[in-house]
């Protein structure tokens, strides 16, 4: 991914037209004419051989006849010309275009992108609209009106539907900090696009349209960056798009593309919305107000039915009513009419005046526990419409601690009655809808940004001794598959490897024959009243499609009829299939379990997923599933679980109590690490996982492998998310003789940082944080402890036993992924000892390993030991120009410091 040359594109000082025309409605016509009218103030410079001046304007022959380089370049010419264009471009110092020209083949598109190269010359499209820069009145494009001046970025790879939405948009009176049009995107894509906006300080949220995704790691870690920085909101095309790639199992054929790319918006933090107009109104909410905490909405209305609509919607959405406390309930008691609702939705009656409005805020707000407030309104002839927004308005504002109050939505109906209203919350910057359906989706826009932003933040526990034992014990069992050119596990070898993973199995036996299957089963009745069989075949994937099951048998005589009769079957169903005998298990009696399925499969856009659902044989007709990218914490696996309708049933109900959801989450959990570790496993099910309030156990597995890849260790380099990076895991003796554990930082290190802070001196919190403050949010700390593998790292020094923070060094990648900005903090009263040195060698060293090409900080000038340590290491220290109480230090990488074997010159 990379943002350079960016700012050439969308904050040029000068644009040439390369195409530039006088033909009536022709492309190269409409663009001069767009990028001439629309107030940009910079140099403009046409090209056409064919013309000494356009539109009153000289027009040069060539692009080595322009006076300079032009920072942007638009071009419109036929395909065969753009290569050498781009490469003329480049050459003159031009290192930016717009590629308006479609019909490419992949040859000019690579030849085109060849001559770009050398440069880095960025270039936006082939087939594109073009784009729009309204607060430098650029309107390099050939289909758009002139978009209004906001703070809404919009990118779409669809032309056709910018130039709808920016017309309606114009109509709203929306306006947009940059308008672009993707088309191909050949070189610049969506996510270098996330990455520039992320930084963007004109730009408050990020709109996306999108059909295809064309790096996903990428779009990954650009898509988690901006979202930490801004709402990011998407609407993607083709959701019904039936997939192309065939399957050996259950897993596959359920879960749709669509599925996963719902999964990877809601991991990387988007709100994903449906309706085009959507993609505004969610936009207008989330900048609008702060984010809910939960849920749980109070709904004010004076209008029962309007109230009961809104109920209706907020049920359906997964919402919950906030519960009215006793002190609320009689404070309004004492305001409201005494035929009111005393309960949510507070119905304050039809007759409401404004007045009744302003009363019952000012006896909600001072106890108010619900999440967010939606209050309404229908016109009535009894009472202005206009005046109760009024009333409203002027309650949030006078209340005690209005930045304390939970966000407020509005709905007032009707059209005439409620302009006026609708008006003034506008112009107080309080979200107002039209109806009570459009209310209910604006509260679920923040409450569904919250989960985005807490799945954003999460990352998977670290590996354990006990996982290298079992992913060595795994690739054994694969090994063994492999070498015998199988890509299918056997059932046993299957639930061999979940066993490996600390997934619990039933105790599975082979048997060759049919009375080899008696005597095995003679034996489990002793300890069990009923046996299972099934066939064992490495071609027959679904066993029960050819009577290769049969459960609850009470003899070891009905065991062996049985394999005798499915052995017989299978030969007349599927007489290819090679037959290597029976599996014979102990059957798990346990009434009134639930039978889910767990499974993984491989998009092709976002790699290796995760899937939770109903099992059992009407798997496919329930179609009860869900899907989410590893890697896996227990919350994320919750949340999966909870995306199913039955994780309501696994919650309990009447005589049933509810299913150990713990030990569910583990089983997701654990299959995930498997995932990380196993690259070879390309599909998996375990069907049924058996669930109640005793545990799980899996009663049958499939899965499937690329014997290719069985030797290769993870983590798992399709995966879209970088996972816990546990390979650099380390201890470290400091010139004591004490031993420090060094390893990346992770999620659950907050609670670290109290102790941690005490103990830092005023003076070096100062140096760190660059203030004086001590006390820092659960937010503020959230922000270091949670970080995105792809692009950052922290290392954290511990103690011997791992229960006290000593020190943190951290490095920040840019979008480029060549330079990285560094940080250090010991704890005061341990410098000194060497642990500081310890940790940068430690973050040297793997800024190394990622290839990064030079690490540089900024200093206090005034900070003495860690400069001094900063010359030890190779670093070059420098006075910043702009500010003399900062000294900017930079080290080229590689450093060598590994091989030089340096000594420390400083305890830091």
Not at 560 to 587: C, D, W
Request: glycine residues 8%; aromatic residues 6%; negative net charge.
């Amino acid at each position: 991914m990379t943002v350079r040359n960016l700012e050439h594109a969308l904050a040029p000082r000068s644009v040439a037209v390369i195409g530039a025309s006088t033909e009536a409605h022709s492309v190269g016509a409409v663009l001069t004419e767009n990028i001439l009218k629309g107030g940009f103030a910079g140099e403009v410079y046409l090209v056409n051989p064919h013309h000494t001046t356009i539109a009153g304007q000289s027009c040069y022959p060539d692009i080595a006849a322009l006076p300079e380089a032009p920072e942007l370049a638009v071009i419109a010419t036929p395909p065969p010309t753009v290569p050498s264009l781009i490469g003329a471009l480049g050459a003159k110092g031009t290192r930016a275009a717009v590629v308006i020209t479609a019909g490419f083949s992949a040859e000019l598109r690579q030849a085109m992108l060849d001559q770009a190269r050398p440069y880095l010359l960025r270039i936006i499209g082939p087939n594109c609209l073009g784009l729009s820069v309204p607060g430098l009145g650029l309107h390099a494009n050939f289909g758009l009106s002139r978009p209004h001046s906001g703070k809404l970025a919009f990118l779409s790879q669809s032309g056709a539907l910018v130039t709808g939405i920016v017309d309606w948009a114009a109509a709203q009176g929306i306006g947009f900090s940059y308008v672009i049009s993707m088309g191909d995107m050949a070189d610049v894509d969506v996510g270098d696009l996330l990455d520039f906006l992320a930084a963007d300080v004109s730009t408050n949220a990020i709109l996306l349209y999108l059909e295809t995704i064309p790096s996903a790691r990428k779009f990954m870690s650009a898509a988690r960056s901006a979202a930490r920085a801004k709402p990011v909101v998407v609407i993607k095309s083709g959701r019904y798009q039936e997939s192309a790639r065939a399957a050996a199992t259950h897993t596959g054929a359920l879960a749709g593309n669509d599925a996963a790319v719902g999964a990877a918006f809601r991991r990387a933090g988007l709100v994903r919305v449906e309706e085009l107009e959507e993609l505004f109104a969610a936009a207008e909410t989330l900048t609008s107000v702060k984010p809910v905490a939960g849920n749980e909405l109070l709904i004010m209305t004076n209008g029962g039915g309007a109230g009961v609509l809104a109920v209706d919607d907020l049920m359906q959405s997964g919402g919950r009513l906030a519960p009215l406390s006793e002190s609320v309930i009689a404070q309004l008691d004492k305001v409201l009419p005494a035929n009111w609702s005393r309960a949510n939705p507070i119905d304050i009656i039809g007759d409401a005046a404004p007045e009744r409005y302003a009363a019952a805020l000012d006896a909600v707000f001072p106890d108010c526990k619900a999440d967010a407030i939606l209050v309404m309104n229908c016109p009535t002839a009894l009472a202005s419409s206009s005046d109760a927004a009024q009333a409203v308005i002027d309650a949030i504002a006078r209340a005690p601690q209005p930045e304390s109050l939970p966000p407020i939505l509005t709905n007032w109906l009707g059209e005439e009655a409620a302009a006026g209203a609708r008006r003034k919350f506008q112009e107080a910057s309080i979200p107002t809808y039209e109806s009570p359906t459009d209310a209910i989706k604006g509260f679920f826009y923040l409450w569904q940004h919250t989960k985005a932003q807490d799945a954003l933040m999460r990352t998977p526990p670290r590996e354990t001794e006990r996982t290298r034992v079992a992913d060595e014990a795994a690739r054994s069992i694969m090994r063994t598959a492999a070498t015998a050119g199988r890509t299918l596990l056997t059932e046993p070898e299957a639930m061999a490897v979940l066993s490996a993973y600390g997934i619990p199995t039933v105790a599975t036996r082979v048997a060759a024959s049919p009375q080899e299957v008696e005597d095995i089963a003679l034996g489990l009745l002793q300890q069990s009243p009923f046996v299972a069989v099934k066939i064992l075949s490495e071609d027959i994937s679904h066993k029960s499609d050819v009577g290769g099951v049969h459960l609850g048998l009470r003899t070891a005589q009905d065991a062996r009829h049985a394999a005798e009769r499915m052995q017989q079957r299978a030969q007349e169903l599927r007489p290819e299939a090679r037959l290597q005998g029976f599996t014979v298990q102990p059957m798990v009696v346990r009434p009134k379990a639930h039978e889910l399925l767990l499974g993984v499969y491989e998009d092709r856009l976002f790699g290796p997923m995760i899937l939770f659902g109903a099992g059992g044989t009407a798997t496919e007709i329930i179609h009860d599933t869900a899907v989410a990218l590893p890697p896996l914490d227990t919350e994320l696996a919750r949340d999966l679980m909870g995306r199913t309708r039955i994780f309501k049933l696994l919650e309990g109900y009447r005589d049933r109590a509810p299913a150990d959801l713990a030990a569910i989450a583990e089983a997701l959990t654990h299959l995930s690490q498997l995932v990380v570790n196993c690259p070879a496993v390309k599909e998996l099910d375990i069907n049924p996982l058996l669930a109640d309030e005793t545990g799980v156990i899996a009663l049958d597995a499939r899965i499937r492998i690329e014997p290719r890849e069985v030797e290769m260790e993870g983590p798992n380099p399709l995966l879209a998310i970088r996972p816990y990076p546990n390979q650099w895991e380390t201890w470290a003796s400091l010139d004591n003789d004490y031993r420090i554990f060094i390893r990346p930082i992770r999620p659950a290190d907050e609670h670290l940082y109290g102790a941690f802070i005490e103990k830092l001196s005023p003076e070096d919190i100062r140096f760190r944080f660059l203030t004086p403050r001590k006390e820092f949010s659960h937010k503020f700390i959230a922000r270091f402890t949670q970080i995105d593998y792809a692009r950052a790292m922290a290392f954290v020094a511990l103690d011997k036993e791992q229960k006290e923070l000593l020190g943190v060094a951290r490095l920040s990648a840019d979008p480029d992924y060549i330079k990285g900005e560094y940080a250090i903090i010991v704890r005061s009263d341990l410098k000194g000892t060497g642990i500081g040195w310890a940790l940068m060698r430690h973050l040297t060293h793997y800024a190394e390993k990622e290839k990064l090409r030079e690490l540089v900080g900024d200093v206090l000038a005034n900070n003495q030991r860690m400069l001094e340590m900063c010359r030890a290491l190779g670093f070059e220290v420098s006075a910043d120009p702009e500010d003399l109480s900062i000294c900017k230090v930079r080290l080229k990488l590689p450093a060598g410091l590994q091989a030089a074997g340096l000594e420390a010159e400083v305890a830091y």
